[in-house]
Protein backbone atom coordinates (compact mmCIF):
# COMPACT_ATOMS: atom_id res chain seq x y z
CA UNK A 1 0.00 0.00 0.00
CA UNK A 2 1.51 3.51 -0.94
CA UNK A 3 0.81 6.07 1.10
CA UNK A 4 0.99 9.62 -0.16
CA UNK A 5 1.24 12.36 2.58
CA UNK A 6 -0.04 16.73 1.40
CA UNK A 7 0.31 19.65 3.63
CA UNK A 8 -1.12 22.95 3.98
CA UNK A 9 -3.12 25.57 5.89
CA UNK A 10 -6.74 24.69 3.71
CA UNK A 11 -8.15 28.12 5.52
CA UNK A 12 -10.21 28.71 2.36
CA UNK A 13 -11.33 25.48 0.43
CA UNK A 14 -11.51 25.96 -3.04
CA UNK A 15 -11.59 23.91 -5.81
CA UNK A 16 -7.37 24.24 -6.12
CA UNK A 17 -7.41 22.16 -3.09
CA UNK A 18 -10.03 19.42 -4.47
CA UNK A 19 -7.67 18.84 -7.59
CA UNK A 20 -5.10 18.62 -5.48
CA UNK A 21 -6.49 16.18 -3.11
CA UNK A 22 -7.43 14.02 -6.47
CA UNK A 23 -4.02 14.60 -8.14
CA UNK A 24 -2.39 13.44 -5.13
CA UNK A 25 -5.09 10.45 -4.49
CA UNK A 26 -3.89 9.06 -7.80
CA UNK A 27 -0.08 8.60 -6.61
CA UNK A 28 -1.00 5.87 -3.95
CA UNK A 29 -3.78 3.71 -1.97
CA UNK A 30 -3.76 6.28 0.88
CA UNK A 31 -4.25 10.12 1.43
CA UNK A 32 -2.65 11.59 4.27
CA UNK A 33 -3.21 15.35 4.29
CA UNK A 34 -1.36 17.58 7.19
CA UNK A 35 -3.42 21.06 8.23
CA UNK A 36 -1.11 22.88 9.85
CA UNK A 37 -2.04 24.38 13.17
CA UNK A 38 -3.46 27.80 13.52
CA UNK A 39 -1.39 28.84 16.63
CA UNK A 40 2.16 27.74 14.85
CA UNK A 41 0.84 30.02 12.05
CA UNK A 42 0.45 32.91 13.93
CA UNK A 43 3.27 32.31 16.29
CA UNK A 44 5.49 32.85 13.08
CA UNK A 45 2.92 34.88 10.89
CA UNK A 46 1.11 37.58 13.73
CA UNK A 47 -0.35 39.32 10.64
CA UNK A 48 -1.94 36.41 9.00
CA UNK A 49 -5.83 36.02 8.83
CA UNK A 50 -6.81 32.67 9.24
CA UNK A 51 -10.47 32.33 8.93
CA UNK A 52 -11.24 28.91 9.89
CA UNK A 53 -9.95 27.05 13.56
CA UNK A 54 -7.27 24.24 13.01
CA UNK A 55 -10.03 21.62 14.46
CA UNK A 56 -12.63 23.19 11.64
CA UNK A 57 -10.43 23.34 8.96
CA UNK A 58 -9.55 19.67 9.78
CA UNK A 59 -13.12 19.04 9.68
CA UNK A 60 -13.50 20.22 6.12
CA UNK A 61 -10.40 18.52 4.97
CA UNK A 62 -11.57 15.05 6.39
CA UNK A 63 -14.75 15.64 4.74
CA UNK A 64 -13.15 15.37 1.12
CA UNK A 65 -13.86 12.04 -0.42
CA UNK A 66 -9.95 11.80 -1.90
CA UNK A 67 -8.91 12.03 1.79
CA UNK A 68 -8.05 8.99 4.02
CA UNK A 69 -6.63 10.26 6.88
CA UNK A 70 -5.76 14.39 8.34
CA UNK A 71 -2.85 14.96 11.02
CA UNK A 72 -2.20 18.59 12.47
CA UNK A 73 1.63 19.80 12.19
CA UNK A 74 3.13 22.14 12.39
CA UNK A 75 6.59 22.83 10.95
CA UNK A 76 6.35 21.06 7.62
CA UNK A 77 10.30 19.25 8.20
CA UNK A 78 9.13 17.68 11.28
CA UNK A 79 5.69 16.20 9.74
CA UNK A 80 7.69 14.29 7.43
CA UNK A 81 10.08 12.78 10.11
CA UNK A 82 6.70 12.21 12.05
CA UNK A 83 4.10 10.48 9.70
CA UNK A 84 4.62 7.09 7.93
CA UNK A 85 4.29 7.56 4.14
CA UNK A 86 5.61 6.90 0.95
CA UNK A 87 5.63 10.18 -1.38
CA UNK A 88 5.15 13.45 -0.56
CA UNK A 89 2.95 15.50 -3.03
CA UNK A 90 3.42 19.43 -2.72
CA UNK A 91 2.83 22.26 -4.77
CA UNK A 92 5.59 24.12 -7.39
CA UNK A 93 5.13 27.32 -4.90
CA UNK A 94 5.96 24.93 -1.24
CA UNK A 95 9.52 26.10 -1.57
CA UNK A 96 10.46 27.92 1.29
CA UNK A 97 13.29 26.66 3.81
CA UNK A 98 11.20 24.44 6.18
CA UNK A 99 10.03 22.63 2.36
CA UNK A 100 13.45 22.26 0.97
CA UNK A 101 14.64 20.50 4.61
CA UNK A 102 11.54 18.60 4.31
CA UNK A 103 11.95 17.56 0.46
CA UNK A 104 16.12 17.38 1.31
CA UNK A 105 14.93 14.66 4.17
CA UNK A 106 12.94 12.70 2.24
CA UNK A 107 15.29 12.27 -0.74
CA UNK A 108 18.17 11.19 1.88
CA UNK A 109 15.04 8.93 3.86
CA UNK A 110 13.76 6.78 0.33
CA UNK A 111 10.57 9.25 0.20
CA UNK A 112 9.43 9.49 -3.39
CA UNK A 113 8.79 13.57 -3.86
CA UNK A 114 6.26 14.53 -6.73
CA UNK A 115 5.50 18.28 -7.08
CA UNK A 116 1.91 18.68 -8.55
CA UNK A 117 0.95 21.75 -10.57
CA UNK A 118 -1.08 24.58 -9.10
CA UNK A 119 -5.01 25.17 -10.31
CA UNK A 120 -4.74 28.52 -12.53
CA UNK A 121 -7.03 31.32 -11.63
CA UNK A 122 -7.44 30.00 -7.57
CA UNK A 123 -5.81 30.46 -4.34
CA UNK A 124 -6.88 31.10 -0.74
CA UNK A 125 -5.49 34.67 -0.91
CA UNK A 126 -6.55 35.89 -3.83
CA UNK A 127 -10.29 34.78 -2.33
CA UNK A 128 -9.41 36.22 1.14
CA UNK A 129 -8.19 39.43 -1.02
CA UNK A 130 -11.77 39.53 -2.99
CA UNK A 131 -13.61 39.10 0.18
CA UNK A 132 -11.80 41.47 2.53
CA UNK A 133 -10.69 38.89 4.85
Given at each position: ?8 V ?45 V ?13 E ?54 S ?9
Amino acid sequence: MKKVLTVGVFDVIHIGHFRLFERAKTLGDKLIVAVQDGDFILKYKPQAKIVYDTVSRCYMVNSVKYVDEVVVYKAVDDIVKEVDFDIFAKGPDQCHAGFQAAVEWCKANGKEVVELPRTEGISSSMLKQELNV
